[in-house]
């Protein structure tokens, strides 16, 4: 099932891409490489008894990011204060209330608990400095209650009651790609951010995540341009997913076309974070994730 394109919708995206200058197509001014920043999310660095004990942790390891949820286990004093003491940098914050109660419920009660779950993200971004929220905005479960038409709108009409917040803050909010069933073609996505017609709303393109739908990264990247504030990653395996096992294997040993997404990368100009999203684990894990980080990147 596909957004209906009626006139409306088609000037207003076409507006908007005009006002976002995202191009859709590779750019002239392209390089062969983007410079890209590694990072990891909070919950796997499972060494270190506190905050700046886990931040040295990835930081001696060539971290330099990393994104913490919202609302989370985590100390916010403890944490800022371990940033600025580590130099690594709490770049962006994750809505992590987003599933239990979606912005796409058919229940309003549900939907005013995400809005606020999802204003108080805006607020501890801003507080750690971090310039970007992820949101992954509802989910497609009911063909009555929950479908894609009622998760696109009403969705949409939460997340317009916060732009002002956001854009007070300076955080964007950075809509996330994810085995929802809502969102699983790069049209869509950029029609979704290009209909709110205001900057302050993106895309967090994962890698990995969308391999499934038979759309290749590279192709994501390139209709998204300028919209993709961020990306992340895992590593997945299409055949093991048609057997029937876990298609996540290590990172480097999947599906993702490396250097295909470096150009595309490039293409579009991005420059920015990296995050990897896997299990995570000691140092001798996290190690070895740096690693492999450092290989698909091509920063070794």
């Known amino acids: 099932m596909t957004h209906p394109m009626n006139r409306r919708n088609f000037l207003r995206t076409t507006a908007a891409a005009a006002l976002l200058g995202a191009p859709v197509v590779a750019t002239a001014q392209a390089t062969s490489k983007p410079r890209l920043r590694k990072a990891v999310k909070y919950g796997m660095i499972k060494e270190g008894a506190t905050v700046r004990e886990k931040f040295e942790l990835v930081k001696s390891l060539g971290f330099e990011g990393v994104e913490l949820d919202s609302p989370g286990n985590v100390n916010r004093d403890e944490a800022k204060d371990a940033a600025a003491a580590t130099g690594v940098v709490i770049h ?16 309003p009660a549900v939907r005013a608990e995400g809005l606020d779950a999802l204003r108080t993200a805006i607020k501890d971004a801003n507080f750690y400095g971090a310039d970007t929220v992820l949101l992954v905005p509802g989910a497609v479960g009911d063909p009555k209650n929950e479908n894609f038409e009622q998760c696109w709108e009403r969705s949409q009409a939460e997340i317009r009651k916060v732009i002002p917040e956001a854009k007070d803050q300076n955080v964007k909010i950075a809509i996330e790609v994810v085995w929802n069933l809502f969102i699983t073609k790069p049209d869509q996505l950029v029609r979704y951010v290009d209909e709110f017609q205001d900057p302050t709303v993106g895309a967090y393109f994962d890698i990995s995540n969308m391999i499934r739908f038979g759309f290749p990264p590279q192709e994501w990247i390139r209709a998204l341009g300028k919209r993709m504030l961020k990306f992340d990653f895992k590593a997945y395996k299409h055949a093991n997913f048609m057997n029937e096992t876990s298609p996540w294997v290590k990172i480097g040993d999947g599906d993702e076309p490396w250097e295909k997404v470096h150009k595309a990368l490039a293409d579009v100009g991005y420059a920015g974070w990296a995050t990897s999203e896997v299990g995570g684990g000691d140092r001798a894990e996290l190690k070895d994730i740096a690693t492999r980080m450092d290989k698909v990147l091509g920063l070794a």
Request: proline fraction near 6%.
């Open 92 to 107: 962006g914050v994750i809505d992590s209330v987003h599933w239990q109660k979606r912005l796409s419920d058919p229940n």
